[in-house]
């Protein structure tokens, strides 16, 4: 049921029975403002939204370090790319100045 925000204050004890059947929402203008759910149906939305929380990146890097430190290491070893062409580095005119660029002043 919906309700606009007169009438729920006015019928307040109503809309928390109601609460116990399904949501119960509340307009200002008709524009939806809040709902009112049960005790039961908030505390499965908690256990939900805790559930789906994930680490933060940060989080899961302390993890990583911390599973690296614990087995004696300092670090990830990241072997430097060889299987693709690089034009910055691979090409040694990269960087060179187009023939058509002004001169710098």
Known sequence: MTWNIATAKQ???EVV???AEEPQAI????KPVAVMVSAQEFE?????KAAKARPSNAEL???IRAILA????????????????????DDPHYWDE???APAAR
Not at 44 to 48: D, G, I, N, S, V
Not at 77 to 87: D, G, K
């Open 11 to 13: 019928q307040f004890s």
């Open 17 to 19: 029975r109601l609460t």
């Open 27 to 30: 307009y200002n203008r008709d």
């Open 44 to 48: 499965e939305f908690r256990q939900w």
């Open 61 to 63: 890097f302390a993890e």
């Open 70 to 89: 614990a087995e004696g290491e300092d670090g990830i070893h990241v072997p430097p790319r060889a299987n693709r062409y690089n034009p910055m580095v």
């Open 98 to 100: 187009p023939p058509d």
